[in-house]
Antibody
Framework: EVQLVESGGGLVQPGGSLRLSCSAAGFTFSDHRMTWVRQAPGKGLEWVASVKQDGSQSFYVDSLRGRFTISRDNAKDSLYLQMNSLRAEDTAVYYC????????????WGQGTMVTVSS | QSALTQPPSASGSPAQSVTISCTGTSSDVGYYNYVSWYQQYPGKAPKLLIYEVSKRPSGVPDRFSGSKSGNTASLTVSGLQAEDEADYYCSSYAGDSTWVFGGGTKLTVL
């Protein structure tokens, strides 16, 4: 079964750091760009970052560049998001999603992991 | 990287049709034919409904259709069913390997 499973969310104080993980199964992970998308409580989806298949290049929404780092380990079929200097406004469900060249869209999504930034 | 504009809500009665708009700019929706639509139920992950403006992945009912004119894309749901009540999001490629989503539309089946 094709699936993505996120982990690593939780409660963190403002200014703190957190590393999210996303484990992939059921498809050739190294064939696909991967992405993080977040959704603040009661709000819409926001594209956060994407990484190329071989991890050689990563791309970020302007507002987060410098604080968040996306990376991947194709040997472990895993995607990561390192989040530093966290702020209350980073509170959201974070989804990892597979981007497919067949559709030029995000066709597989994980169930999400909740990140709460609060003192 | 400004969010695409969607109406916050839309509604229709069973069997009717409803259209949700998604307005961007000449740098995203208007320039690229990489507009996609996602359906999301409360507490669940989004699901891909439409890709490349008007194409449906296998398994998506043909009641869902997409189109684009200028800087505005649209999702039409025909023959509304109770199970179509959900949030709908559009997304567009915005160049330089970046993407943008709409604010979402809550569809209510009356």
């Amino acid at each position: 079964e094709v699936q993505l499973v996120e982990s690593g969310g939780g409660l963190v104080q403002p200014g703190g750091s957190l590393r999210l993980s996303c484990s992939a199964a059921g498809f050739t992970f190294s064939d696909h760009r991967m992405t993080w998308v977040r959704q603040a409580p009661g709000k819409g989806l926001e594209w956060v970052a994407s990484v190329k298949q071989d991890g050689s290049q990563s791309f970020y929404v302007d507002s987060l560049r410098g604080r968040f780092t996306i990376s991947r380990d194709n040997a472990k079929d895993s995607l990561y998001l390192q989040m530093n200097s966290l702020r209350a406004e980073d509170t959201a469900v974070y989804y990892c999603a597979r981007w497919t060249a067949d559709y030029k869209a995000f066709d597989i999504w994980g169930q999400g992991t909740m990140v709460t930034v609060s003192s | 990287q400004s969010a695409l504009t969607q109406p916050p809500s839309a509604s229709g009665s069973p069997a009717q049709s409803v259209t949700i708009s998604c307005t961007g700019t000449s740098s995203d929706v208007g320039y690229y034919n990489y507009v996609s639509w996602y359906q999301q139920y409360p507490g669940k992950a989004p699901k891909l409904l439409i890709y490349e403006v008007s194409k449906r992945p296998s398994g998506v009912p043909d009641r869902f259709s997409g189109s684009k004119s200028g800087n505005t894309a649209s999702l039409t749901v025909s023959g509304l069913q109770a199970e179509d009540e959900a949030d709908y999001y559009c997304s567009s490629y915005a160049g330089d390997s970046t993407w943008v989503f709409g604010g979402g539309t809550k569809l209510t089946v009356l």
